[in-house]
């Protein structure tokens, strides 16, 4: 469940676990006032199947969980390598190929823990992507590894000094109505880039 985006909390498995003993008529010694099993038989549940953990879940939109996957990234790549072949274009050295990506960051909504696989280094859990005020960062990189310092917006249209006094050296701000990049943003963020 948790590789489709809808992992089970542990209140999720215990229940789910009652529900099952009850209606197959199984003998349990389950809490039937919370219709729950309990701490303990979910401490051995874990340690019965060692390939399972608690995690927190990472927020991730409905949309961005339909948009970034194997195929997509795959054919983004093939229609790059067509492009450089037609065009007789050289490959670009590491130190000329940046990637500038902008991230909203949520401030109220946070995904409980849930059970998923052991391994696992990214476990996401489906939320809304209108939850609460949002803060983007604009992130660039290059393949060789140099950054350009953030950029970082702000739900005001105000945004006042000291909102850099602890952020990365060289870093800039700026302020929209819902937090969000936009073009005048998006302009003064390429300039500072160059």
């Not at 983007?136 to 950054?147: N, P, R």
């Amino acid at each position: 469940m948790s590789q489709r985006l809808f992992g089970l909390s542990p209140k999720d498995v215990k229940q789910m676990v009652f529900q099952f003993c009850e209606e197959n008529r199984i003998i349990h010694k389950f809490n039937c006032e919370t219709k729950s099993a309990g701490k303990e038989w979910f401490r051995g549940f874990l340690k019965r199947h060692n390939e399972l953990s608690v995690r927190v879940a990472e927020s991730t939109s409905l949309h961005r969980a339909i948009g970034f996957n194997r195929i997509k990234v795959n054919r983004f790549y093939d229609e790059l390598e067509k492009m450089f072949n037609a065009n007789g274009m050289q490959i670009i050295p590491p130190s000329n190929l940046f990637n500038v990506d902008e991230s909203g960051l949520s401030i109220c909504y946070k995904p409980g823990k849930i059970v998923a696989l052991k391994g696992k280094h990214s476990v996401g859990g489906l939320t809304s992507s209108e939850r609460g005020k949002t803060i983007t960062i604009v992130c660039c990189q290059s393949a060789s590894g140099f950054f350009v310092p953030p950029m970082l917006i702000y739900p005001r249209i105000r945004v006042k000094p000291e909102f850099l006094d602890k952020a990365l050296i060289g870093s800039i701000s700026g302020g929209s109505k819902n937090g969000w990049i936009t073009t005048e943003l998006f302009e003064i963020w390429f300039d500072h880039f160059l």
